[in-house]
Nanobody, 115 residues
Framework: QVQLVESGGGLVQPGGSLRLSCGAS????????TGWYRQAPGKQRELVAT???????NYADFVKGRFTISRDNAKTTVYLQMNSLNPDDTAIYYC?????????WGQGTQVTVSS
């Protein structure tokens, strides 16, 4: 079982940037994909971006051109670079992995975009 820990959230002004990190430990072998999701108050959790084991990426339309998902060379950390943030991006951001046909979730990190 993989353990996931998100970090890097915080309070930023509109137009600002943050880089979120998702650190993986435990059994990291066999992870097919890692994704970033977010959930705003009163809203359902929604997909933000994914990266697969071969490095291919996909993005939700509402973040294309603003967010970038990437991973380190050791494949132990996945990042979400968030630029041009607006208040609609305010949410708890979660990372997950698809491993052995199961989803694993981190605890989330709060992102607040406000002036």
């Amino acid at each position: 079982q993989v353990q996931l820990v998100e970090s890097g959230g915080g309070l930023v002004q509109p137009g600002g940037s943050l880089r979120l990190s998702c650190g993986a430990s435990g059994r990291i072998l066999g992870i097919y994909a890692t994704g970033w999701y977010r959930q705003a108050p009163g809203k359902q959790r929604e997909l933000v971006a994914t990266i697969t084991s071969d490095g291919s990426t996909n993005y939700a339309d509402f973040v294309k051109g603003r967010f970038t998902i990437s991973r380190d060379n050791a494949k132990t950390t996945v990042y979400l670079q968030m630029n041009s943030l607006n208040p609609d991006d305010t949410a708890i951001y979660y990372c997950n992995t698809f491993q052995d046909s199961r989803l694993n979730w981190g605890q989330g990190t709060q992102v607040t975009v406000s002036s």
